[in-house]
Nanobody, 115 residues
Framework: QVQVEESGGGLVQPGGSLRLSCTAT????????MYWLRQAPGKGLEWVSQ????????YYADSVKGRFTISANSAKNTLHLQMNSLKSEDTAVYYC????????RGKGTLVTVSS
């Protein structure tokens, strides 16, 4: 059964950092793109970042560029998102997924940026 599970969210003050993790089971990271998406309260699903699990090529949304870093460990089938300099507008449920539409995403992990 293909499954992903996101973790690492929480409450953080503006300017703080969090590291999100995603563990995949039922499929392996091999020459695939993997994605981080987010959904803020009352808004639609938003693409945040993506990485090619073999080549390591990364892309970021303009809103997070320079603050977030995506990484993947193919041996462990894990995906990470290091988030620094967090802003209130980063508050959202964060998902990892196999495509930009959010296919196969898990339940997500809530990130709340607030003082």
């Amino acid at each position: 059964q293909v499954q992903v599970e996101e973790s690492g969210g929480g409450l953080v003050q503006p300017g703080g950092s969090l590291r999100l993790s995603c563990t995949a089971t039922g499929f392996t990271f091999s020459n695939d793109w993997m994605y981080w998406l987010r959904q803020a309260p009352g808004k639609g699903l938003e693409w945040v970042s993506q990485i090619h699990t073999r080549g390591g090529t990364t892309y970021y949304a303009d809103s997070v560029k320079g603050r977030f870093t995506i990484s993947a460990n193919s041996a462990k089938n894990t995906l990470h998102l290091q988030m620094n300099s967090l802003k209130s507008e980063d508050t959202a449920v964060y998902y990892c997924a196999k495509d930009r539409a959010g296919s196969g995403r898990g339940k997500g992990t809530l990130v709340t940026v607030s003082s």
